[in-house]
């Protein structure tokens, strides 16, 4: 299985405040592209799976950014007190909302060696994997 965000952190910790952006990232996020090889009889058989930027929801009527939800990789620790953070939230009303963080994977298969009859190569179904 492939893993979804393991350790989302926010900043500013604990709570955010409204028209105020509070940071989202995974601290411990995994690698970008993950590659494994079977070999058997002198056919190899390659999967690789490619995962995409953090993406996040909220059940808030708040703004994401980026506008798509879809952040670039993990996210990044943020420490600056200026500016919009590249990955993250500002909630227009105060409340308690829920917030899911999730990566979606594009996995694909390519054979190699031996005599292989049919497809040598194609795509896999990925999936979505949230926290």
Partial sequence: ????PKVVRVN?????????PTRVWDAK?????????????????TTTAVRSGLQLSTSAPGTDE???????NAGTVW???????PCGLTF???????????YTWR???QARGGTLAGP????????????
């Avoid at 980026?66 to 670039?72: D, I, L, N, R, V």
């Avoid at 227009?92 to 999730?102: D, E, I, L, M, N």
């Avoid at 040598?120 to 926290?131: D, I, R, V």
């Fill in 66 to 72: 980026p506008a798509s939800g879809q952040c670039a």
């Fill in 120 to 131: 040598t190569s194609g795509p896999l179904h990925g999936g979505t994997f949230s926290t």
């Fill in 79 to 85: 420490h600056g007190p200026h500016g919009a953070p």
């Fill in 92 to 102: 227009r009303q105060p409340g308690h909302f829920a917030v899911t963080a999730s």
């Fill in 12 to 20: 500013p910790a604990a709570r955010s405040y409204v028209n105020f």
């Fill in 29 to 45: 996020a995994p690698p970008k592209t993950i590659t494994v090889t079977a070999s058997l009889d002198g056919t190899s058989v």
């Fill in 1 to 4: 299985m492939l893993p979804g």
């Fill in 107 to 109: 996995v694909s298969w």
